[in-house]
């Protein structure tokens, strides 16, 4: 169960919507490379045809563009998304997974943290 605090806290975090590849890695599924379009301190959102189990444990491996530095992290996949929009007046869709942050390799917090304070300068 969200709780209203959790909600907004979410809602306020720094985030940004930017297209890059990312690799994740699962003991259980092996690695594969995939592409983030959507990034905050919390968690990210993945582009990907075949999403991984609800609940399974990833550890996510990317580079933010424009940016110094590597981000190493460990989380857990909390939702599958099954998009359809129009793009040009052409249907389209995508599929992805919403994989929440659940902790991070050496100084890869502050990493990410840095690069999101960045991008939200200068958007």
Do not use: W
């Not at 359809?84 to 997974?97: A, E, H, I, K, T």
């Amino acid at each position: 169960m969200i709780h209203e605090n959790e909600t907004a806290e979410r809602r306020t975090s720094h985030r940004f919507d930017k297209v890059f590849q990312v690799e994740i890695s699962s003991e259980i599924f092996g690695s594969y490379v995939c592409v983030a379009r959507n990034v905050s301190a919390g968690g990210i959102f993945l582009e990907t045809f075949d999403p991984l189990p609800l609940g399974s444990e990833v550890r996510v491996h990317f580079e933010i563009p424009d940016s110094s530095g590597e981000v190493v992290a460990i989380g857990e996949v909390k939702n599958h998304y099954y998009l359809n929009y129009q793009q040009d007046g052409v249907p389209r869709s995508l599929m992805g997974m919403g994989v929440r942050f659940k902790g991070f390799e050496e100084d890869s917090e502050q990493t990410l943290e840095r690069s999101l304070l960045g991008f939200r300068t200068l958007h």
